[in-house]
C-alpha cells in the first residue's frame, strides 16, 4: 500500500500542523473518497462553488484535480459559462483567466 498524499503539509504544514491533517486525512482522505459521489463528481461541485464564491487561491488547485480527475478543459469552460449566469460575469472570466493558466501550465494530455 503507497503512502498518502501529503499535499497540505506541503504546502502549509510548516505552519499550521493541525489543518494540513485534517485537510490530508479528513477532506481529502475521507470526504472525497466517499462511495456517494464520484470524484468527478466532487470536481464538478466543487469549481462550481469556488467559482460562484470567488475562491480564487483555491481554484487552480482544484480544477488541477478536476483534469486529474476526468473532467476535460471543454467542460470546464462549459462550466464556467454556465456559471456566468448564476454566479455573475465578474466570476466566470476570473475563473476563465484562471483555468487557462491552469491549462498552459500542465502537460498536454495525449
Not at 55 to 78: S, W
Amino acid at each position: 500500500m503507497s503512502a498518502p498524499i501529503r499535499t497540505a503539509h506541503n504546502a502549509f504544514g510548516h505552519i499550521a500542523p493541525a489543518l494540513a491533517d485534517y485537510t490530508d486525512d479528513i477532506l481529502f482522505g475521507d470526504v472525497w473518497q466517499r462511495a456517494g459521489l464520484s470524484p468527478r463528481d466532487r470536481s464538478l461541485i466543487t469549481v462550481s462553488c469556488l467559482i460562484a464564491l470567488y475562491r480564487t487561491n483555491e481554484l487552480p488547485f482544484h480544477l488541477g484535480k478536476a483534469l486529474d480527475n476526468g473532467i476535460d478543459k471543454d467542460e470546464i469552460v462549459e462550466l464556467i459559462t454556465h456559471l456566468a449566469f448564476y454566479s455573475g460575469w465578474p466570476t466566470a472570466t476570473t475563473a476563465l483567466t484562471i483555468a487557462q493558466r491552469v491549462f498552459d501550465e500542465r502537460p498536454p494530455q495525449p
